[in-house]
């Protein structure tokens, strides 16, 4: 045989095309869950559009709800016109951008009344507001030569607009300032539109959805005008006068005199809901927050719903072939926290992100993500519902493997926190343990104490009286220091002769070890008393176990003699008639003859070895029983049956008495036959020919028995116990047939059964007594 002993540590090529096969399976299944969460997740976020529309209509509609709320009328457009106000006047309440870039309202605010010519100043609300802010609100330079004389000309008067004179150089700077300023104020123009012309105007307000002319008078009472384009649906439209002055000058009627004399158009577009600023920002979150975020909401405990029902559904082993979720549920359960931890920051940490960005100066950006649904909404929706996805749907697995694996290696064993408590509780239950051990033997302790007992009497008399010495000595005083030192004066003379004693003992006991049992110590040793006694009686119980191991010597003798000689004895006749057999000059007849006894003596070899064997197992336990509710009269008249042909051949007379009602036993019915089986056939083999067999069965509350009575045809010298051990018969010539294990393996069955069996010899009268529980 050629063998290669280089290449014998070498792996095979199958086990890695295996592995490498295995490993491409568990992959794929990964990417299979992967992508199935994904798909779950694009569908989820992608269907909330559809859905949304279906339920709360077009934006179209949104925008002329808007336009009749409060929140647009006495919210957003009183605060665009406070602003228009501020930097027509020259004046701030503080810095707020939220106007700037206004598109979706187009606006024109000037004096009314004003001629304006060719030097009129046209701005937009920004950069007059962005101005004043930067130039901290420093007037307008930016006028002609004529403009600027006639300011100059006001400003160098000899008394000013309240007569206050001017002589002062700084007085007259700062009046020539403030006069340029209204000056330029009222030849300015704030709007957004790029032409202003009557026909633009005009044109723009036929197009429109809504337009509004707000005229304030010379007290800054303000009166309002309203109309609607071609194209408009607006049909419940109103606005009420004076709501919109409260709300303009915060309730304080008296500040309408800084609104005195302006005039401000203001245009709705047509194309309303496609501008960013404050005023479509309104529309969305009064939408997007109350209405839009509850639809994301449904639809995502809808799909979560689905997700759950669908990792139920799937076989778990199809799942666990995913090393994903492999891994996912071998990870430790506190990991899986941290896990779910992070996408809840990651998750709150894109909302904040995008919450706190400022959307037009104004607001924050999710409710316009919401409601506007672009592309930001799919680029940060789908991923983080991916991962929402995926991570619900490994949970969802991890529940299932918990059910496969159970609580304890599920759960428990995959957590750090559960593996400290279930050490601690298991320490915790061994400390109770042996706590409750140790005054359970303190209880048995004392419960045992006999007062009956001369030394445990003395024990117990001595720690009375130890207690009581205490209690005297501790409230004595100096007469109970007296009673102190004399105390303990009793008591080491007490523990001197008790250590005496017991050096006593000890030196008995070292003979008892050196083998001289023949020793005689003195019993009067107050507690020590029992010890002593047990060692005088040493001699006894030795000279007993002596003996018994004596008998016990002597049954194994004969029981191997016993053994040897019931197998010899069919043995021998099996090979004296085979030599017999081997002579060809025998007859036909004499050869049949031959085989006949053959095969009697095989049987006799074949029972015996069988009833070696099951009195072995029955006397070591080794044996399995069948227990079941069996009528035990019915088995025994059963047993009678089966043995009939041999009763009705014997020349005995059976008087049997049994009780008419059935007797229910939990008794393995097979081998409770073989026991009724083997003390009949040791009745019909030794009983004395033409005598009486007496079989009474008696029933009592808690138990049945039977008893057999027989007079014996042999002489019955021996123990009643040693007729029950293994290969011993009545004849002791062994002349009989059978192996003397009958008996004996009737009482092993017995007593693994619970019952007892008992055996009286008084004379030639044998008497056998089986008593078993009832159930």
């Known amino acids: 045989m050629d063998i290669n002993l280089n290449n014998q540590n070498d792996k095979d090529p199958n086990d ?163 006069s340029i300023e209204a000056v330029v104020n009222r030849n300015k123009i704030l709007t957004n539109l790029s032409d202003i012309s009557e026909l633009k105007l005009q044109k723009n307000k036929e197009n429109s959805l809504l337009y509004l002319k707000i005229t304030f008078d010379q007290n800054g009472v303000p009166s309002i005008e309203s109309g609607f384009g071609k194209k408009s649906k607006l049909e419940n439209f109103n606005i009420n006068r004076d709501v919109f002055a409260e ?115 104004y607001g924050s950006r999710l409710a316009a993500l919401i409601y506007d649904a672009d592309g930001l909404f799919y680029m940060i929706g789908i991923p983080l519902t991916f991962l929402l996805y995926f991570l619900i749907y490994l949970s969802t697995v991890y529940l299932k493997y918990i059910y496969h694996k159970g609580l304890k290696e599920g759960l428990i064993d995959n957590s750090f926190f559960g593996k400290i408590c ?35 009497r003395k024990l117990i008399g001595i720690g009375i009286m130890n207690f009581l010495v205490i209690v005297i000595l501790g409230s004595g005083g100096f007469f109970g220091f007296v009673l102190a030192a004399i105390y303990s004066v009793l008591v080491l003379r007490y523990i001197t002769d008790l250590l005496e004693k017991a050096k006593e003992l000890n030196i008995a006991s070292e003979q008892v070890s050196a083998g001289n049992f023949n020793i005689n110590l003195n019993e009067d040793m107050g507690i020590l008393t029992p010890l002593a006694k047990n060692l005088n009686n040493i001699n006894i119980g030795f000279s007993l176990a002596v003996d018994k191991e004596i008998k016990s010597q002597r049954m194994k003798a ?36 031959y085989i006949g006894i053959l095969d009697k003596k095989s049987q006799r070899l074949k029972i015996l070895i069988e009833d070696l064997f099951e009195a072995s197992k029955a006397t070591s336990g080794n044996i399995e029983l069948h227990l079941e509710k069996v009528d035990v009269v019915a088995l025994f008249r059963q047993t009678l049956g089966e043995l009939e042909e041999k009763i009705n051949g014997s020349s005995l007379q059976f008087k049997i008495s049994t009780p008419d009602n059935k007797v229910i036993c939990n008794l393995d019915g097979r081998r409770t036959y073989r026991v009724f089986e083997n003390i009949m056939t040791n009745i019909l083999k030794y009983a004395m020919e033409n005598s009486r067999v007496y079989i009474d069965i008696t029933e009592s509350i808690h138990e049945v028995s039977f008893t057999f009575k027989n007079i014996s045809a042999y002489e019955m010298n021996f123990d009643a116990n040693e007729i029950t051990e293994r290969f011993t ?47």
């Open 16 to 178: 890695e095309n295996r592995f490498e096969k295995k490993k491409k399976s568990l992959l794929s299944s990964s990417f299979a869950t992967a992508l199935f969460t994904l798909i779950f997740a694009v569908v989820s976020v992608v269907s909330y559009i559809p859905i949304r529309n279906a339920y709360f209509g077009t934006t179209e509609s949104h925008a002329y709800e808007y336009l009749e709320s409060d929140r647009f009328l006495y919210q957003h457009l009183t605060g665009l016109t406070r602003k228009l106000q501020q930097s027509m006047n020259g004046t701030n309440d503080g810095y707020d951008d939220s106007y700037v870039n206004i598109k979706s309202v187009q606006y024109k605010m000037s004096y009314a009344g004003e001629t304006k010519d060719e030097n009129t100043v046209i701005k937009t609300l920004d950069q007059a507001f962005r101005e004043r802010s930067r130039n901290d609100f420093i007037p307008y330079q930016e006028v002609t030569s004529y403009k600027e004389e006639q300011a100059i000309e006001i400003g160098n008067g000899e008394l000013g607009e309240e007569g206050i004179g001017v002589r002062d150089e700084g007085v007259k700077e700062e009046k020539r300032e403030e």
């Open 247 to 361: 709300r303009l000058v915060y309730s304080n009627l008296e500040d309408l005199k800084d609104y005195q004399g302006l005039e401000v158009e203001y245009i709705i577009p047509s194309d309303f809901v496609e501008y960013d600023d404050i005023f479509t920002y309104g529309m969305k979150d009064s939408y997007a927050i109350s209405n839009y975020a509850m639809v994301i909401l449904i639809i995502g405990a809808i799909s979560v719903l689905i997700l759950m029902i669908t990792a139920f559904a799937v076989p778990y082993e199809s799942q666990n072939k995913a090393s994903i979720i492999r891994l996912f549920n071998k990870m430790f359960l506190e990991l899986k926290f941290v896990v779910w931890g992070l996408l809840m920051l990651l998750i709150a940490g894109v909302f904040e992100m995008v919450s706190n960005y400022r959307y037009y100066g």
């Open 422 to 456: 279930l050490y601690c509780v298991r320490k915790a239950r061994n400390i109770l343990r042996r706590m409750i051990l140790r005054t359970k033997n303190m209880v048995n302790t004392l419960m045992a104490i006999d007062l009956k007992e001369d030394n445990q």
């Open 558 to 593: 004969e029981l191997i003699s016993n053994v040897s000689h019931d197998l010899k004895t069919p043995l021998t006749s099996i090979i004296t008639y085979v030599d017999l057999l081997k002579n060809e000059e025998i007859d036909r007849d004499t050869q049949r003859e």
């Open 729 to 775: 018969r009545g004849d002791e010539s062994r002349n009989t047939e059978g192996s003397g294990l009958g008996l004996s393996i009737a009482k092993s069955f017995i007593e693994l059964q619970g019952g007892t069996l008992e055996i009286i010899i008084d004379g030639d009268l044998f008497k056998l007594i089986v008593v078993f529980p009832k159930a």
